[in-house]
């Protein structure tokens, strides 16, 4: 059975939920185009339901985000990410070349907020949530440019964490016992789904 790298999680076959791997996100039928695939240029995990869900929470800003102040957080995420998972997570990009002027009025890119949810999921299931105490923030309550200021600092402070680093990419005792039998269809949480293809 396939383990996500990032959180331990089992991902299971489609064939063992006896399920149709078109509809499980495996192969489609012949000529037929995959489902949920996303238009040219839009990342596939934003087409995602449960990921479409977590996106649609984030909150409008107070006053719109500062271009500036996104991008280093945008920059500090990746190079957080980076340090932990060794290079084995993909980085995450947010295009703002087309906004006109300096301002974001909008929330936070999705590019953005799955993954800020995604880390603070997963600092809240490790050793007990130790590490939330540590260096959690609510992205949540991300909705201006102090906000995103402190997120960044957070995600800096995260970044030389090496006992974090090992925490978030070994399996727990918990996901390896797991990953020995197939969930049952719906058996996840969509936190838990979220988490998965968020930092996948």
């Known amino acids: ?3 996500d790298p990032a959180t331990g999680a089992p991902l299971p076959y489609p064939e063992d939920q006896g ?3 078109a509809m499980a996100g495996g192969m489609p039928p012949e000529g037929m185009p995959p489902e949920g695939m ?3 240029g839009m990342p596939q995990d934003e087409m995602a ?3 479409a869900q977590v996106a649609a929470q984030a909150p409008m800003p107070e006053k719109p985000f500062t271009i500036k102040a996104l991008e280093t957080l945008v920059k500090q995420f990746n190079e957080t990410v980076d340090k932990l998972s060794g290079g084995a997570l993909p980085q995450v990009e947010v295009d703002f070349s087309g906004v006109d002027g300096k301002k974001w009025p909008d929330p936070l890119p999705p590019q953005i907020f799955v993954p800020l ?3 603070n ?3 809240k299931v490790i050793e007990d949530g130790k590490f939330h105490d540590k260096y959690g923030f609510d992205p949540l309550e ?3 440019d102090v906000g995103v200021r402190k997120a960044t600092a957070q995600l800096n402070r995260m970044a030389g964490d090496k006992k974090l680093a090992k925490a978030l990419m070994e399996p727990t005792e918990e996901s390896v016992e797991a990953a020995s039998a197939p969930p049952s269809p719906g058996e996840f949480a969509e936190d838990d789904e979220a988490l998965a ?3 996948a």
């Open 1 to 3: 059975m396939p383990i």
């Open 19 to 21: 399920m149709d791997p």
């Open 38 to 40: 996303p238009p040219e």
């Open 49 to 51: 339901p449960d990921l």
């Open 117 to 119: 949810i995604a880390i």
């Open 121 to 123: 999921e997963a600092l």
């Open 142 to 144: 991300v909705v201006n």
């Open 197 to 199: 293809e968020g930092l």
